[in-house]
């Protein structure tokens, strides 16, 4: 027996929007939970890691402004995970592969954003700049690929059917 869903019909633009919305959600809120978690174990408080994604536009003086630059970082971490996944969305536009081969196409995208981030963003930020580490280069293109690669493409494809 087909399993049959009630669904209701979406205009387009909120249904892209929603795509959007929904992807950019659960990426950044898997995003910055691994960060909470492997960063943690190395002895990074919460508080602080959310204040160094807010150095990306404040500098050094990020670490002075307590639960407020927190909070923009927690921001900034979901305004990137949205226009992350707006642009997956867009490129799947016009690029079926993308939603017919999520799963490949999202590791792909993944490991993608991070070099962008990583080499693009935030030299070019206000950020502290930090040695390379192979290790944290690794655990950082993983987590690209399957927290915020992956769910996007995969979200990107429910919606897109």
């Known amino acids: ?18 795509t959007i919305l929904w992807a950019g959600l659960i990426a950044g809120g898997l995003d910055i939970t691994a ?5 943690g174990f190395f002895g990074l408080k919460p508080m602080r890691l959310l204040q ?21 970082g ?11 996944a707006a642009v997956y969305f867009a490129m799947s536009r016009g690029l079926p592969f993308l939603v017919e081969h999520a799963v490949i196409s999202g590791f ?8 962008f ?8 930020s206000a950020a502290t700049k930090y040695p390379f580490s192979f290790k944290m280069m690794f655990i950082g293109v993983v987590i690209h690929m399957f927290c915020v690669g992956l769910p996007i493409s995969l979200m990107v494809r429910r919606f897109s059917r």
């Open 1 to 18: 027996m087909p399993n049959k869903r009630l669904q209701f019909p979406m205009p387009s633009k909120i249904r892209s929007l929603a």
């Open 35 to 39: 960060a909470f978690a492997v960063y």
């Open 52 to 72: 160094g994604i807010a150095g990306g536009l404040l500098g050094p003086r990020t670490f002075e402004g307590g639960l407020a630059t927190a909070f923009l």
């Open 74 to 84: 927690l921001l900034c971490q979901f305004l990137i995970a949205f226009s992350v």
């Open 108 to 115: 792909v995208y993944g490991a993608a954003v991070y070099f």
């Open 117 to 124: 981030m990583n080499r693009i963003v935030v030299p070019l």
